[in-house]
């Protein structure tokens, strides 16, 4: 860890942007805010974690400890921790007031494509190209349970709303659906035809939605494991999806 003298990165006033954070060497290829969005934290192919202060656009920490591109990156829903997947195989959790790397979980076998904290933090889940999903005691650095049943690289998860049950997505096509506590799988969807890119539960927990190659995206009833809607126009890709935190948008 190293602490970057607080220079601002202003922006060209032509750009309409307040700052540009512009002090990793690579490509960026992971961003998120802080719970309280005072910061925001980069991860970049030059193997580092930024932490920045937004108000000041200052470079506040520079995280290093990885030895390969960092994938995705979590705060916890308390802002006290911050985690990071990486082509290294490994996830590393954070303290981003001082910089100390707090646990370094390197069960995977394969570079770590998405990483997530459980909505009570009391979990730590990781997905990986080694096709599998781990879930990590964050405070022990423990791996609790480890979800096999994917056939190829797992591209993403997301929560539910309980902290327990957890959907991950894959390039098999499959959405699965876990019981953390037990590592049961409760449900496989299928009716993507492609690689799935993304996942996410609604924030009432009721529907869930999942996006990729196909170019659709395709809204679940998980209890009954049927697709309920499917919205078709997109013409490529879909890399994202995201509900409106009231539920009514995605």
Do not use: Y
């Amino acid at each position: 860890m190293a602490m970057v003298p607080g220079t601002p990165n202003k922006m060209r006033s032509s750009s309409g942007a307040k700052f540009v954070f512009a002090e990793h060497t690579k490509s960026v290829r992971a961003c998120t805010w802080s719970p309280d969005g005072s910061c925001v934290a980069s991860g970049s192919n030059d193997s580092t974690v930024r932490i920045w202060d937004c108000v000041f656009g200052t470079c506040l920490l520079t995280l290093t400890g990885h030895t390969n591109s960092i994938l995705s990156l979590s705060w916890s829903p308390d802002g006290k921790r911050l985690a990071s997947g990486s082509c290294d195989h490994s996830v590393r959790v954070w303290n981003p007031i001082s910089g100390e790397c707090l646990q370094l979980l390197k069960q995977h076998t394969h570079l770590v494509r998405w990483v997530g904290w459980s909505p009570n933090a009391a979990r730590l889940a990781s997905s990986s190209n080694d096709k599998g999903v781990r879930v990590w005691d964050p405070n022990t650095g423990v791996c609790l349970k480890l979800l096999s049943g994917h056939s190829d690289i797992v591209e993403a998860c997301s929560w539910h709303p309980d902290s327990v049950l957890l959907a991950s997505a894959g390039w098999d096509a499959a959405v699965r659906l876990w019981h953390t506590g037990t590592g049961a799988c409760m449900q496989v969807l299928l009716g993507h035809s492609q690689k799935i890119r993304s996942v996410a539960w609604s924030p009432e927990g009721t529907r869930l939605a999942s996006a990729g190659n196909d170019a659709n995206v395709a809204v679940w009833d998980p209890v009954a494991g049927m697709c309920s809607h499917t919205l078709q126009a997109h013409v490529g890709t879909v890399e994202s999806i995201h509900w409106s935190p009231d539920g009514g948008r995605l």
